[in-house]
């Protein structure tokens, strides 16, 4: 039983088996959600015996918080956690001077093995379930003592691989009754799950949805990122057209810029007549190196010119500002050895 599931029918249960008052409850969230404590002690309005019947009966936390690392300029830092089973998942904050950013993991190892990510090395080994996504959250806003302002799902995992979860843990986000972070400021990132995608489209869920595009056809695609042979770049963005009929959000692609494999001026103009039509923006994020892997970043006149040629072309550019890469938390560096 997990006090992040605020409509939890067998804590409501075990409230009433126990004569405990219902507005008790509603402490209790707000210490949890409000005030991000760590333990039954510091809900210092509950009395001392209830307290301890807690204690005797909850977990208050499964995750145990293993290490934190800051980057020099303390903008990025990089929390390893140990789930109840030994396994390890990471979530990264991203500070800046209107946000703070919490990228949080959905999976424990991930399936799609992008050939350029270290999360992928180790295969997959299960989904997170609903209160271990969510305590990324609770844990990380009390090593920070404040509020995070916007969640991203591109931690560990494929979130549309573990659907049902993700969706549970965002209606908890964005609930008055739990952390009431707006939709709106909730972004999932996907290598293009084509049945996810539909599924989020007939629930209106009104995210960000950034597709983890990364190459402009499907052959460079399917060298970089193996699951990708499973669906069809037409296949992928015909239901991202279609998702954006729907909730009318714009859509992000994000482009990891790889020397010689994806960062040609031939390279952008693909792209462009790929993503020409749609409502979008696109997030160039030049390659972070890994160790033991052969990929290069491009060189800043590569980086500018690729960027330049789209910007002509009336496209909405961002470059991701590379954030935490001495921490290895930078994108695709996330990297775990698990502990079985
Ligand atoms: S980049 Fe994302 S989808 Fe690809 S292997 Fe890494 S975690 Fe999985």
């Known amino acids: 039983m997990s006090f992040l599931n605020p409509e939890d029918q067998k804590i409501f249960k075990f409230f009433e088996e126990n004569n405990i008052a219902k507005f008790r409850l509603k402490q209790i969230h707000d ?13 210092t309005n509950l009395g001392l015996d209830l307290r301890e019947k807690l204690k005797k009966n909850f977990h208050l936390y499964s995750l145990k918080l293993k290490t934190i690392q800051e980057s020099k300029d ?141 190459a402009p056809d499907d052959s460079i695609r399917r060298q970089i990122i193996p699951y990708a042979k499973k669906y069809k770049l037409e296949d992928i963005l015909k239901s991202l057209q279609d998702y954006f009929l729907v909730t009318k959000r714009d859509i992000a692609f994000e482009y990891i810029l790889i020397e010689n494999v994806n960062d040609d001026i031939d390279h952008a103009k693909k792209l462009y007549e790929l993503i020409k039509n749609f409502q979008c923006s696109i997030n160039l994020i030049p390659y972070n190196p890994i160790p033991n892997l052969n990929y290069k970043r491009p060189s800043h006149q590569r980086i500018l010119a690729f960027k330049s040629f789209l910007e002509k072309m009336n496209l909405n550019v961002t470059q991701r500002y590379t954030k935490g890469d001495d921490i290895s938390a930078a994108c695709g560096q996330l990297a775990i050895k698990q502990n079985f």
């Open 31 to 43: 210490w949890i959600f409000s005030k991000y404590v760590k333990t039954f002690d510091e809900m």
């Open 74 to 214: 303390e903008q990025t830092k990089k929390y390893l956690f140990e789930l109840k089973d030994g396994s390890l998942i990471e979530s990264v904050l991203i500070l800046s001077e209107t946000r703070k950013t919490l990228c949080i993991s959905s999976q424990v190892g991930c399936i799609v093995k992008c050939t350029f990510c270290a999360s992928g090395k180790n295969g997959f080994f299960r989904n997170l379930e609903v209160f271990e996504i969510l305590e990324q959250i609770v844990l990380v806003s009390n090593d920070i003592q404040d509020r995070l302002t916007n969640i991203v799902f591109m931690g560990m995992g494929e979130p549309l691989l573990n659907l049902d979860n993700v969706l549970s843990s965002i209606d908890i986000m964005s609930s008055d009754k739990g952390f009431n972070i707006s939709k709106r400021k909730i972004s999932i990132s996907t290598v293009g799950i084509v049945e996810g995608i539909e599924k989020l489209k007939e629930k209106n869920y009104q995210i960000n949805l950034c597709l983890s595009l990364h």
